[in-house]
C-alpha cells in the first residue's frame, strides 16, 4: 500500500532532550516536507526537501533540523525541543516533475509532540 | 512575506445547503492553489486544485473559483451532507517548493 509514515504519533517530552521523529514513504516521491499545524495557524512548512541531498528551509525552521540521505526517509530533528514546539506535526511527500510541474501531496498521520 | 488569509473560520450549515469558504493571497507570482479538507484527527487530503490558467473547476459537488485580478480564490461546496464536516484549507503556491496554507475553516454541517 502507497503511504507516508511517520513515528512516534504522539510524544510527550521535557525541555532540552533531543527527538527525532521519522517519516518514510514508499511511493519513490522525490520532494517531501515537514509542516507543524496549530489552531488558528493552518499548517506552516517548516523544511523541504527535492531530492535525496537537497534540503530548504520553509518559514518556520528556526530550532529544526533535517536529512535526507535516502530518498525514502526524511527525519525532522529538534535538537533542543522548547514548549512552543508543542504541536500536531505533519510530514508529506509528493512526485517531483519540475517546478512548473505540480503533484499531489500525500501527508503522514501526523505526530503529536508535547514539550514540558 | 507570502500570506493566505482564509475566510470564515468557522462554518456552519444546514444538511443540503451550499458552503462557500474564501481565500486571498498575497503573492501575485502564485500559479497553483489546492484545497485541502482534515477530518478531525486524520490528515488533510487534496479535494481539488486548480492552476492559474483556469477560472472555475468543478468536481461533482465540489467547486473551486479563481480571481487572478483580486488574487482570490473559493471553494463551493453545494448540497451538503454530514460527512463534509471537517476542516478545510487553502494554499497556494509559486513553484513547487513552498506551499503557503490558510488558517482553515471548520466546516459543520447539521443534519
Known amino acids: 500500500e502507497a503511504q507516508v509514515t511517520q513515528n512516534p504519533r504522539y510524544l510527550i517530552t521535557v525541555t532540552g532532550k533531543k527527538l527525532t521523529v521519522t517519516c518514510s514513504q514508499n511511493?519513490?516521491?522525490?520532494?517531501m516536507s515537514w509542516y507543524r499545524q496549530d489552531p488558528g495557524l493552518g499548517l506552516r512548512q517548516i523544511y523541504y526537501?527535492?531530492?535525496?541531498?537537497?534540503?530548504d528551509k520553509g518559514d518556520v525552521p528556526e530550532g529544526y533540523k533535517v536529512s535526507r540521505k535516502e530518498k525514502r526517509n526524511f527525519p525532522l530533528i529538534l535538537e533542543s525541543p522548547s514548549p512552543n514546539q508543542t504541536s500536531l506535526y505533519f510530514c508529506?511527500?509528493?512526485?517531483?516533475?519540475?517546478?512548473?510541474?505540480?503533484?499531489?501531496?500525500?501527508f503522514g498521520p501526523g505526530t503529536r509532540l508535547t514539550v514540558l | 512575506g507570502e500570506n493566505v488569509e482564509q475566510h470564515p473560520s468557522t462554518l456552519s450549515v444546514q444538511e443540503g445547503d451550499s458552503a462557500v469558504i474564501k481565500c486571498t493571497y498575497s503573492?501575485?507570482?502564485?500559479?497553483?492553489f489546492p484545497w485541502y479538507k482534515q477530518e478531525l484527527g486524520k490528515r488533510p487530503q487534496l479535494i481539488i486544485d486548480?492552476?492559474?490558467?483556469?477560472g472555475e473547476k468543478k468536481d461533482q459537488r465540489i467547486a473551486v473559483t479563481l480571481n487572478k485580478t483580486a488574487k482570490h480564490f473559493s471553494l463551493h461546496i453545494t448540497e451538503t451532507q454530514p460527512e463534509d464536516s471537517a476542516v478545510y484549507f487553502c494554499?497556494?503556491?509559486?513553484?513547487?517548493?513552498?506551499?503557503?496554507f490558510g488558517q482553515g475553516t471548520e466546516l459543520s454541517v447539521k443534519p
Open positions: 526537501s527535492m531530492n535525496v541531498e537537497v534540503t
Open positions: 486548480i492552476r492559474s490558467n483556469v
Open positions: 494554499a497556494a503556491s509559486r513553484d513547487r517548493r513552498k506551499l503557503i
Open positions: 503573492d501575485s507570482a502564485s500559479n497553483y
Open positions: 511511493m519513490n516521491h522525490e520532494y
Open positions: 508529506a511527500s509528493s512526485l517531483f516533475g519540475g517546478l512548473s510541474s505540480y503533484n499531489e501531496q500525500f
